[in-house]
């Protein structure tokens, strides 16, 4: 049985700083792509970064360029979002997916298991 569990969420101040951290288990961590999105409420939900299966390779949404970075950790079957100046505007539920298809990082037809969110309250 797949499980992704997100944790790291929680209320912070505009200008602060946040790690999020998505534990995988259940699948082989190293053949899957991992990505992060996002779904502020009223709002679709949107492509935030996403990384490489050997973690080489990171790809990020305008909204966090330059204020967030995605990681992984193969011995920890972990992958990590560090958001740092963070905004009101980044108020959402997180969420992370493994990303099993190829095709456009961004996609969200193109992950096939998800986590189940952890709330990012930005205050300003």
């Known amino acids: 049985q797949v499980q992704l569990v997100e944790s790291g969420g929680g209320l912070v101040q505009a200008g602060g700083s946040l790690r999020l951290s998505c534990a995988a288990s259940g699948l082989t961590f190293s053949n899957y792509a991992m990505g992060w999105f996002r779904q502020a409420l009223g709002k679709e939900r949107e492509f935030v970064a996403a990384i490489s299966r050997a973690g080489g390779t990171t790809y990020y949404a305008d909204s966090g360029k330059g204020r967030f970075t995605v990681s992984r950790d193969s011995a920890k079957n972990t992958v990590y979002l560090q958001m740092n100046s963070l905004k009101p505007e980044d108020t959402a539920i997180y969420y992370c997916?493994?990303?099993?298809?190829?095709?456009?990082?961004?996609?969200?037809?193109?992950?096939?298991?998800w986590g189940q969110g952890t709330q990012v309250t930005v205050s300003s």
């Open positions: 997916a493994a990303r099993a298809y190829i095709g456009s990082y961004s996609e969200q037809s193109n992950y096939v298991y």
